[in-house]
């Protein structure tokens, strides 16, 4: 159950980290505010319709049992039908804890299939998994400035550069407003304090996000311990509203399974 906890904890911080895509900002109009500049920037994300990116991720926690580490890599292809209809397909490579695997996850008509260990399984995306998988990026607007304890603008060539820091104490207000299915869990927020969140985003001269990385740290509560984890992603975009198509399979010899 304690490593069931922890896997569930490390998705859901890829999807938060993903999430964090949506903050591709620009600051051509100097009159605005840092602030104001991402948020108008932000809005225009309602406008994305597909994107196809790159994530690498490392998860370290410490333990008396020994350390429980995991990396994941892929490529992403998510396509918005409409607010409750996502396409997606994700190649994905992960090592935990000292296992190594690798599949492909596909979301089509509400339901999510996986490969997983060499088995091929078909959930329903109401399930927790599932719903954590969907990035909604209408969902990535209820960013408050009241949320960011620091901001900082550079530039690097003709690139834009945003370094900000969230307020730790706000961070699970986020998590819950923003992240798909991170509802459940944040109900029990008393089991979860964010040590560090800090977020760079690099935005191109025409003013979308070129590459994001986080870096968080936090302790959750569980089966009455305290444990320590650091999360750092980087998750660049390779494309942004190309008309992106998905070659499904047909999806036979995929099992029904409720989670």
Request: charged share 30%; glycine share 4%.
């Amino acid at each position: 159950m304690k490593k069931k906890c922890l896997c569930l904890l490390s998705a859901l911080l890829i999807v938060f980290s993903l999430a964090a895509c949506g903050s591709d900002t620009e600051t051509a109009d100097k009159e605005k505010s840092d602030f104001d500049s991402f948020m108008t920037v932000q809005k225009n994300m309602e406008q994305i319709k597909d994107a196809e990116f790159k994530v690498n991720m490392e998860t370290a926690i410490p333990s008396r049992d020994g350390d429980y580490n995991m990396t994941v890599s892929g490529t992403a292809k998510e396509i918005k039908k409409a607010k409750d209809d996502i396409q997606m397909e994700m190649k994905y490579k992960m090592n935990m804890a000292g296992t190594d695997m690798s599949g492909t996850m596909y979301m089509k008509d509400k339901a999510l299939y996986t490969e997983f260990m060499g088995q091929k399984v078909k959930t329903d995306t109401s399930n927790e998994m599932g719903a954590m998988m969907k990035v909604d990026t209408d969902e990535l607007l209820s960013i408050t400035e009241e949320m960011i304890s620091d901001l900082k603008v550079s530039q690097d060539g003709e690139d834009t550069v945003y370094n900000f820091t969230m307020d730790p104490a706000k961070a699970i207000d986020y998590m819950a407003k923003n992240v798909s299915g991170a509802e459940g869990i944040t109900d029990a927020s008393g089991n979860l304090t964010f040590d560090k969140a800090d977020i760079s985003v690099t935005a191109d001269k025409n003013h979308m996000a070129k590459k994001i990385d986080v870096d968080f740290s936090l302790k959750a509560k569980l089966d009455k311990e305290t444990v320590a984890m650091k999360f750092k992603t980087t998750v660049e975009f390779v494309s942004i509203n190309t008309d992106l198509t998905i070659d499904f399979p047909d999806f036979e010899g995929y099992q029904e399974m409720t989670v």
